[in-house]
């Protein structure tokens, strides 16, 4: 584990959501709408693993929806944070300090999500831990990329190896930085799906999200 990074996330956990991204609550449910509905479809009482769970502000929605859910981050302040969050709105969902690529599972998950914006900068070896992952999963895998990182085309094709489906990608449009109007972030949004616009945040400060399924 690199104890520093952890340190890091330690000491900003509190209201580090509501520090750190400017269109909280329009990104958060945005996520949460992708990641039950793109691919293969989430239901009420399916299971979510996600890694870099961060202060919980994207599992209490998960959670709110109906979805088991399971929380991984290697900093304890961050898990520390987000189980609070999720006991003062009485709701229930468990929480792990770990490492990604040290975390074993021993049951089954419907979907494995990462949204954490650097899990193929962050991760030494995202083949091996997506392969490692894969046998538990039974819907899908979904992980944000930042396009100015790394090649979107090796990242799809690490999943493609790490024996997952229908592999493919799509551009999230919400801006982490810059408060815009709700107009404009439904006008973005709609963009997303314009083909001739997918290869925008290859060089704007978006994000991409990657998907694959199992079966």
């Keep these: 584990m690199n104890v520093e990074l952890a ?7 509190e209201r580090f959501s509501e520090t750190s991204y400017a269109n909280l609550a329009f990104d958060m449910e945005r996520r949460l709408f992708l990641a ?7 239901n009420s009482g399916d299971s979510v693993l996600e890694l870099g769970c ?12 109906g979805l088991r859910y399971w929380g991984v981050d290697m900093s304890s302040g961050m898990v520390a944070t987000a189980e ?3 006991s003062e709105a009485g709701l229930k969902a468990n929480f792990t300090v770990s490492d ?5 599972l021993s049951e089954p998950v419907d979907a494995l999500v990462s949204f954490m914006g650097t899990f193929f900068f962050f991760i030494g070896d995202p083949l091996t831990v997506l392969k490692t992952l894969r046998p538990y999963i039974r819907k899908k895998v979904m992980l944000d990329f930042n396009p100015r990182q790394g090649d979107l085309r090796v990242a799809v094709e690490t999943l493609k190896q790490a024996g997952f489906t229908n592999v493919s990608w799509r551009p999230f449009f919400v801006s982490k930085a810059k408060k815009m109007p709700l ?8 963009c997303e799906d314009i083909p001739i616009l997918r290869s925008i945040p290859l060089r704007w400060k978006f ?9």
Excluded: N
Excluded at 100 to 104: G, M, Y
């Design 7 to 13: 340190g890091k996330y330690d000491r900003i956990s």
């Design 36 to 42: 039950t509905t793109w691919g293969k479809p989430l």
């Design 100 to 104: 990604v690529s040290q975390l074993a």
């Design 84 to 86: 609070r969050r999720l």
């Design 207 to 215: 994000l991409v999200l990657l998907k694959g399924e199992v079966g």
């Design 54 to 65: 961060g202060d919980g502000y994207l599992a209490r929605l998960f959670v709110e929806r």
């Design 183 to 190: 107009g404009v972030l439904k006008t973005l949004v709609a």
